[in-house]
Nanobody
Framework: QVQLAESGGGSVQAGGSLRLSCAVS????????MGWFRQAPGKEREGVAT???????RYRDSVKGRFTISKDNAKNTLHLQMNSLKPEDTAMYFC????????????????WGKGTLVIISS
């Protein structure tokens, strides 16, 4: 089993920055893909950024150049640095991990955190 715990959410004005963190514990050796997903009110959950065990990173188009995903293997922590935030980035952000390649998307994620809320005001 793997446990994920997000932190770092909050409320900032448009143009500001936030850094989300996800503490990972448990049987982490089985994990291949880790990522961040988000769900805005009334919308489906969508992928934001993922990172494979080989370090390959993917971003959804709307966050490219603004968000950076990183992994600290020594501390078993996943981060999402979010800059130039926009009101449309407002959502609950979830950390997720799975034993599959990141090509599998959300369906490949076996473990999910409870989420951290990000609110961007205009």
């Amino acid at each position: 089993q793997v446990q994920l715990a997000e932190s770092g959410g909050g409320s900032v004005q448009a143009g500001g920055s936030l850094r989300l963190s996800c503490a990972v514990s448990g049987s982490t050796a089985s994990l291949n893909c880790m990522g961040w997903f988000r769900q805005a009110p009334g919308k489906e959950r969508e992928g934001v950024a993922t990172i494979d065990s080989d370090g390959s990173m993917r971003y959804r188009d709307s966050v490219k150049g603004r968000f950076t995903i990183s992994k600290d293997n020594a501390k078993n922590t996943l981060h999402l640095q979010m800059n130039s935030l926009k009101p449309e980035d407002t959502a609950m952000y979830f950390c997720a991990a799975g034993g599959w390649s990141c090509n599998a998307g959300q369906q490949g994620m076996d473990y999910w955190g409870k989420g951290t809320l990000v609110i961007i005001s205009s």
